[in-house]
């Protein structure tokens, strides 16, 4: 179902919102636990949410109440809306399955945010 490909990211200023998708090929999508990763120069790759396929989430406690993972399994899509952005949420964001899948990483979307 791999490898994903994410879209959405952008410039924004603090306190802002950005909507993030990641497009899935294959047929399992629906089955499968998936997740958004984030990576940045200063810090190692870290799950910021994950949604099992009984649509249970988990978020990073840096992002709870802030960011929203859902999922439109006939798109075979997976969104992340991310509010009240802060400068620290700065990183490529990936999307992959949880635990990852090593050769379904994509390119990653972009996300700045300036203060």
């Known amino acids: 179902q791999g490898p994903f490909v994410e879209s959405g990211g952008g410039l924004v200023q603090a306190g802002g919102s950005l909507r993030l998708s990641c497009a899935a090929s294959g047929d399992t999508f629906s089955r499968s636990t998936m997740a958004w990763y984030r990576q940045s120069p200063e810090k190692a790759r870290e799950l910021v949410a994950s949604m099992f396929n009984g649509f249970r989430t988990i978020y990073a406690d840096s992002v709870k109440g802030r960011f929203t993972i859902s999922r439109d399994n006939a798109k075979r899509i997976l969104y992340l809306q991310m509010n009240n952005l802060k400068p620290e949420d700065t990183a490529v964001y990936y999307c992959?399955?949880?635990?990852?899948?090593?050769?379904?990483w994509g390119q990653g979307t972009q996300v700045t945010v300036s203060s």
């Open positions: 992959n399955t949880n635990p990852y899948t090593r050769h379904y």
